[in-house]
Structures are given as C-alpha cells and as structure tokens.
C-alpha cells in the first residue's frame, strides 16, 4: 500500500518513528536548525553548496553516511562551526554499543 503523502524525515510513511541512528540524529539536527532559522530545504542547500538532492537525501535518511567536509558545509551555512554543530546531548551521547547487530551490519556495508 502506497501512502497517500509524502513522508518527512525522520517518520516513516506511515507516521512510526523511526530508530535513532547517527545519520537519523544529524538529520534532525540540521532540520532543527534549519527550520529555526526558517530556511527551505532548498535555501540552505544553496547557501552550504550541495545540490537540493545531496541535502534532501541527508534529511530522509536516504545517506547514511555524509562526510566529514559535507557536514562542515551544512555548518557553515548555519553559520556555526562543527563543533557547535555536533554538540548536542543526542549527538554527543551516541553509542553504536546501543544498536543491535544488523544495523550496525548495515552501516558497514554502506563503507
């Protein structure tokens, strides 16, 4: 069954949320960010550099790994360093100890 909207990240399509993986937590933290400070997903895309598609893949959890230099941009645009960037409690206190064994087999054969 198709749903009938487009599912924002990080619900899936049928409004469960979804586990709390690194990439989940970044993207919600770039979405907090970016919606405090009122920007389209396009806007932030442009003022960072990446094409719509790169950032909208970050936040839909479709990229499971954004680099290093691809967060730093995002930062950046924000206008915040990394470090300001990364320093949350959620971020901060992630553990791949906490995930079971398949997701971590998934995030290994995205390598």
């Known amino acids: 069954m198709k749903p009938l909207l487009k599912c924002p990240y990080p619900v899936d399509c049928w409004g469960r949320e979804m586990r709390n993986t690194l990439s989940i937590l970044i993207a919600k933290r770039i979405n907090q960010l970016r919606k405090s400070r009122k920007l389209s997903v396009n806007k932030l895309a442009t003022m960072s550099g990446l094409s719509y598609s790169t ?3 970050i936040l839909r959890g479709k990229s499971k790994s954004p680099t ?4 730093i941009r995002i930062a950046s645009a924000l206008n915040m360093t990394i470090l300001e960037f990364l320093n949350v409690p959620e971020i901060v206190n992630f553990s791949y100890d906490d995930m079971d064994d398949s997701d971590q087999d998934d995030d290994e054969s995205q390598e």
């Open 55 to 57: 950032l909208n893949s």
């Open 68 to 71: 290093l230099g691809t967060l």
